[in-house]
Each structure stands twice: as C-alpha cells, then as structure tokens.
C-alpha cells in the first residue's frame, strides 16, 4: 500500500539534482554532455557550454562559455528530446526528471 511519504512533491531543484546525478553516471558522448550541463546547470565539459537556442526552422544552436555569440551548431531539436527519451532508461530517469529536462528544451525554443 501507498503511503502518503512515498509520493512526495519534489521541488524543481530537487528535480535537476536528482536527474544530473542520474545522467552523470551514464556515458554519452562529449557533445550530448555538454547539451545535458546546459539544460541542468552543470558545469561538465570544457569549455561549458554556457547557452543554447532553438532556431526557427528547429536547429539547436550553442554559445560556450565566453564567447559572445551562437557559433556550435548541436544539431536538430526534434533530435535532442529523441535523445532525452532514449536516454531516460539508461540513467533510470523518473517521469518527472524527464519533464524537468523536456521543459527546459521548451523554454529554449520560447526564447526566439
């Protein structure tokens, strides 16, 4: 039987620091480790990758830390929340670090 501990409400920082434990743990390439720093707020690659956008037609586009401008091109958006469902498992993700990641995506593609 539930008990009412077990359904406890995370708050959202307590999301992103349970999902970036989980995620550190798992091996992804350089560059998807850097993505997922980005959209956690960690500071896992060199140089870290400080921002990222979503373009208009769906491209992902990065500014790393110290530079002033969009110059990495990561890639397609539709491929990254692909990639953050095929590496939920994997890192044993819960529905709601999943969401905390998949929001961040959208908060990306609101800001153009």
Not at 56 to 71: I, T, V
Request: hydrophobic share 40%.
């Amino acid at each position: 039987m539930t008990t009412p501990d077990d359904l406890t409400i995370r708050e959202p920082d307590q999301i992103r620091q349970d999902c970036a434990r989980k995620l550190r743990a798992v091996q992804v390439s350089d560059h998807f480790q850097a993505i997922l720093g980005c959209l956690l707020g960690e500071d896992w690659t060199t140089p870290r990758l400080a921002e990222m956008v979503i373009t208009p037609d769906g491209h992902l586009l990065g500014r790393c830390e110290g530079e002033s401008s969009f110059k990495a091109f990561l890639g397609a958006s539709e491929d990254l929340v692909r990639n953050i469902h095929g590496v939920a498992p994997v890192a044993e993700l819960d529905g709601d670090e999943i969401g905390y990641l998949v929001g961040r995506v959208a908060e990306i593609k609101r800001q153009m």
